[in-house]
């Protein structure tokens, strides 16, 4: 028990120390990927926070299955390293004292993995898709910023405004240069901002209390036209059907329909739970035959079985949603290949010319190199 303790503190210290630095990656990457999508007036900076929260939460299927498959390994690297791995054998723990310990671990990350994947991320993302569409009328027209001039639509159009008012959302003294194939048009207002049309999700530019001018360059017949209320549009967003789309629904409700997309989607979803407790598995037994300074190739050999089991996943879903591949075989197969896998492994690692019979002579090469 003490030795399984030390082994399952060993993993959650390699564990702790890998998802946070990917968790520190991720969410630079994503802060940047936000800010920059306000600077466009895409979203608003008020929201950033938020979001950034629920993808965050979303992309914790994706971390602690990773995270803890390499934590694994390199806390099994670590102690073979130090031969406190052949002391561990030499005592008594095998391959049943370094499984159950992964096992334990990897069933707790498993239920916060199903959590997630069953209950959280639908939700999670239905809210982005809330917050992005809730946003929209609270950024500035297409990132305007005051006292610049803004290029729209490879340069066709040109949007500039004096100041900004302090709801942060109304530009005030604004121009707008409109450039179509026959004539330019120009147009200026007091006042500006943006709102989203309900049914169609376009964005337009609305200017209050204004003079539009209209003709062609050099020509002398321009059009001139005082309004006090002009909608532009500056997006087109095609209309959001979400209601058929299975990726928001609710897990329960895909039992509720009958379809080979449905089941691609709930199987998909267990996916990330099984892998969180199979990958630990394989992982001590890919690191058990890393010995001596080949711990590299190990670590190769790893990363590799776990982007090519990511992709047969990912490719046995778009079978299944196609019906090339039948719902009753689906991905179950592919997780009993990965077990078959570990299990061969072990049969070969328990021989007895593996690994597990020679602790004597490893403890005696590690007396004598220290």
């Known amino acids: 028990m003490i030795l399984q303790r030390y082994l399952m503190k060993e993993i959650l210290r390699a564990f702790g ?47 602690i299955p990773m995270s803890l498959y390499l934590g694994v390994f390199t806390a099994m690297i670590r102690l073979q390293r130090d031969f406190e791995l052949t002391a561990i054998r030499a005592a008594g723990g095998g391959h049943h ?48 910023k005051a006292g610049r001039f803004k290029e729209l639509s490879g340069g066709k159009r040109i949007f500039y ?26 147009m200026r207002s007091e006042e500006a901002y943006v709102e989203v049309e309900p049914t169609s999700r376009d964005r337009f530019a609305v200017f209050l209390d204004g003079t539009s001018y209209g003709g062609m360059p050099g020509a002398l017949d321009y059009v001139i036209t005082r309004f006090t209320r002009y909608a532009l549009r500056i997006e087109n967003n095609s209309p959001q059907d979400l209601t058929r789309n299975v990726n928001y629904f609710h897990t329960m409700d895909l039992f509720k329909y009958d379809g080979p997309v449905y089941s691609a989607e709930f199987q998909w979803r267990v996916a990330s739970a099984i892998a969180t407790l199979l990958l630990p598995i ?10 001596g300074s080949s711990w590299y190739i190990g670590l190769i050999t790893a990363v590799s079985v776990y982007f090519v089991y990511s992709n047969i996943l990912g490719v046995g879903k778009s079978l299944m949603k196609k019906g090339i591949l039948s719902p009753i075989i689906g991905l179950w197969v592919i997780h009993l290949a990965l077990i078959a896998i570990a299990v061969a492994l072990l049969i070969i690692q328990r021989r007895p010319s593996g690994i597990r019979q020679r602790p004597q002579q490893e403890l005696l090469r590690a007396s004598r190199g220290r």
Do not use: C
């Not at 530009?171 to 120009?186: A, K, M, P, S, Y």
């Not at 394989?282 to 010995?291: E, G, H, T, W």
């Open 17 to 63: 120390m890998i998802i946070g630095g990917l968790m520190l990656i991720y969410l630079s990457t994503r802060f940047a990927s936000y800010l920059g999508q306000a600077a466009e007036g895409k979203i608003a900076a008020d929201h950033i926070f938020r979001m950034i929260s629920l993808k965050m939460l979303v992309s914790l299927k994706d971390l």
């Open 97 to 144: 004292l370094l499984i159950s310990g992964a096992l334990m671990l990897g069933f707790g990350a498993a239920i916060i993995v199903a959590f997630i994947t069953l209950y959280a991320e639908p939700r999670a993302e239905l809210a982005l898709v809330e917050i992005r569409n809730q946003t929209e009328n609270e950024a500035t027209i297409a990132g305007v």
């Open 161 to 186: 405004a004096e100041t900004v008012a302090g709801d942060e959302r109304t530009l005030e003294n604004t121009f707008v240069q409109v450039q179509n194939t026959t004539d330019i048009g120009l």
């Open 282 to 291: 394989l992982a001590i037994l890919i690191a058990l035959a890393s010995r």
